[in-house]
């Protein structure tokens, strides 16, 4: 991958409110992890979640978690798509949201989805979440700082239209593509053995520190205007390797984990 050199030349408007966005990859790449994972689950993983879901691929329900944000009876759940923590923290030091961060989110769902005793309609949800949250975990802004919001109140222009820097790397890059997410899975699919070994066998505090460590390459901004950066081709050409690494890590860890989970 090549890094990226332009360096960070933006104005940055800080929210007092230290909630941050619930998407993490935009559709297409919580489907193009889900797509992933189940061309690579076993066959007993394979049969048991089709059990569960009625055939309802990961793909189709990777993206129920963010269809929901606007429902109040989950307004609850928007901390539990991303952690705050400041690059000179770490998670001995940190101060932990008290309503639940993706880390711990991800730890409650793995116990739920192993308990004989959950409910189908609880373990269905549980999956959705599930699948949602590993691909959070693995977009750099989604293990972010708090003062910006994950990167939502980096003000900025991709092709000169507004938007933010929690955006771009949400779908943007991805969209730029034009690629449906079986097309953009099927580029992506062919991952050496030896990568494989190296990804598999990482806790979740292993996955946020790889997207704590990428998070400050997100920051490298073109500006290409005086007010704001506008974001084009070069940007793309940077970061695209790291947004297609992350894809293929979490879908890979996410087959990983269901094997698991449904290996039963």
């Given at each position: 991958?090549?890094?990226?050199v332009l360096l960070l030349s933006a104005t940055i408007?800080?929210?007092?409110?230290?909630?941050?966005?619930?998407?993490?990859?935009?559709?297409?790449?919580?489907?193009?992890?889900?797509?992933?994972?189940?061309?690579?689950?076993?066959?007993?993983?394979?049969?048991?979640?089709?059990?569960?879901?009625?055939?309802?691929?990961?793909?189709?329900?990777?993206?129920?978690?963010?269809?929901?944000?606007?429902?109040?009876?989950?307004?609850?759940?928007?901390?539990?798509?991303?952690?705050?923590?400041?690059?000179?923290?770490?998670?001995?030091?940190?101060?932990?949201?008290?309503?639940?961060?993706?880390?711990?989110?991800?730890?409650?769902?793995?116990?739920?989805?192993?308990?004989?005793?959950?409910?189908?309609?609880?373990?269905?949800?549980?999956?959705?979440?599930?699948?949602?949250?590993?691909?959070?975990?693995?977009?750099?802004?989604?293990?972010?700082?708090?003062?910006?919001?994950?990167?939502?109140?980096?003000?900025?222009?991709?092709?000169?239209?507004?938007?933010?820097?929690?955006?771009?790397?949400?779908?943007?890059?991805?969209?730029?593509?034009?690629?449906?997410?079986?097309?953009?899975?099927?580029?992506?699919?062919?991952?050496?053995?030896?990568?494989?070994?190296?990804?598999?066998?990482?806790?979740?505090?292993?996955?946020?520190?790889?997207s704590k460590a990428l998070r400050a390459g997100t920051?490298?901004?073109?500006?290409?205007?005086?007010?704001?950066?506008?974001?084009?081709?070069?940007?793309?050409?940077?970061?695209?390797?790291?947004?297609?690494?992350?894809?293929?890590?979490?879908?890979?860890?996410?087959?990983?984990?269901?094997?698991?989970?449904?290996?039963?």
């Amino acid at each position: 991958m090549k890094p990226a050199v332009l360096l960070l030349s933006a104005t940055i408007t800080l929210a007092s409110a230290i909630s941050q966005p619930v998407h993490a990859f935009g559709q297409i790449g919580h489907r193009i992890i889900g797509e992933l994972a189940q061309n690579n689950l076993s066959p007993t993983a394979q049969s048991n979640i089709n059990a569960l879901t009625k055939g309802e691929s990961l793909a189709q329900m990777s993206t129920w978690p963010d269809e929901i944000r606007s429902d109040k009876n989950w307004y609850h759940s928007s901390p539990w798509h991303y952690v705050s923590i400041e690059d000179d923290e770490t998670w001995e030091t940190v101060t932990r949201n008290p309503k639940g961060d993706i880390i711990e989110s991800l730890e409650r769902y793995e116990k739920i989805l192993i308990d004989p005793k959950t409910t189908k309609k609880d373990k269905w949800e549980a999956l959705a979440f599930y699948v949602h949250f590993v691909g959070d975990i693995h977009q750099p802004l989604h293990v972010g700082h708090s003062h910006d919001r994950g990167g939502n109140s980096v003000k900025l222009k991709w092709f000169g239209d507004d938007t933010n820097l929690h955006s771009v790397w949400d779908s943007k890059i991805i969209e730029h593509q034009k690629l449906s997410y079986t097309e953009y899975t099927g580029f992506i699919e062919r991952i050496s053995d030896k990568d494989i070994k190296n990804w598999q066998g990482k806790s979740y505090y292993d996955w946020a520190d790889e997207s704590k460590a990428l998070r400050a390459g997100t920051y490298e901004l073109e500006k290409n205007r005086d007010d704001q950066p506008d974001l084009r081709f070069q940007y793309i050409f940077n970061h695209t390797p790291t947004v297609e690494l992350r894809l293929q890590q979490a879908g890979i860890r996410l087959a990983e984990k269901l094997n698991v989970i449904f290996g039963q």
